[in-house]
T-cell receptor, first 113, second 112 residues
Framework: AQSVTQLDSQVPVFEEAPVELRCNYS??????LFWYVQYPNQGLQLLLK??????LVKGINGFEAEFNKSQTSFHLRKPSVHISDTAEYFC???????????FGQGTTLQVKP | DSGVTQTPKHLITATGQRVTLRCSPR?????VYWYQQSLDQGLQFLIQ???????AKGNILERFSAQQFPDLHSELNLSSLELGDSALYFC???????????FGPGTRLTVL
């Protein structure tokens, strides 16, 4: 069975500092990995995705993630965060059979001025 | 704006009642997925439809049902509602099952 673990429930960081949100997955088959962001009172927006190819994936809003097969991780990073990055971030793995997404519990990124 | 619309935005009802949530996928998308987001369970997959046919089921209660119509819009029916059904219900759509999913803004259901 596939599963996703987000290792931090909350990450506080100061504005313009770098940040890393950690995600580990469990899967016995080929993986397709995603990071979504949810701003308050809004739906989920795709930040980036890994389907195949280069293990370093660049997404929107300056975010990037690195797929590490040996460590079964897909950590999200941004070199300099803004107040507007304050949101909930979800890591997800897509089921290879059905296409459904299996989400982690989410990480709240709190950017302080 | 993802192109996926959901109505209503908010729904307040009482225990034991039945409600219908509606989703219109992006133009051209054939797959519709329903997810439930609650504080205790997080984001959980409920059910998937592809071009009118049910393709996958997740942790969906027997009191819940869904369908996808010929015009590809989908409805999620929740009956005999309980307090624990209070949650945010998201619909997502994609062209095929292996394509990126685009999420709607959600319907917030409150059961009193």
């Amino acid at each position: 069975a596939q599963s996703v673990t987000q290792l931090d429930s909350q990450v506080p960081v100061f504005e313009e500092a770098p940040v890393e949100l950690r995600c580990n997955y469990s899967s016995s088959v080929s993986v397709y990995l995603f990071w979504y962001v949810q701003y308050p009172n809004q739906g989920l927006q795709l930040l980036l995705k890994y389907l195949s190819g280069s293990t370093l994936v660049k997404g929107i809003n300056g975010f990037e993630a690195e797929f590490n097969k040996s460590q079964t991780s897909f950590h999200l990073r941004k070199p300099s965060v803004h107040i507007s990055d304050t949101a909930e971030y979800f890591c997800a793995v897509r089921s290879s059979n059905t296409g459904k997404l299996i989400f982690g519990q989410g990480t709240t990124l709190q950017v302080k001025p | 704006d993802s192109g996926v619309t959901q109505t209503p935005k908010h729904l307040i009802t009482a225990t034991g009642q039945r409600v219908t949530l509606r989703c219109s996928p992006r133009s051209g998308d054939l797959s519709v997925y329903w997810y439930q987001q609650s504080l205790d369970q997080g984001l959980q997959f409920l059910i998937q439809y592809y071009n009118g046919e049910e393709r996958a089921k997740g942790n969906i209660l027997e009191r819940f049902s869904a369908q996808q119509f010929p015009d590809l819009h989908s409805e999620l029916n929740l009956s005999s509602l309980e307090l624990g059904d209070s949650a945010l219900y998201f619909c997502a759509s994609g062209l095929r099952r292996d394509n990126e999913q685009f999420f709607g803004p959600g319907t917030r259901l409150t059961v009193l």
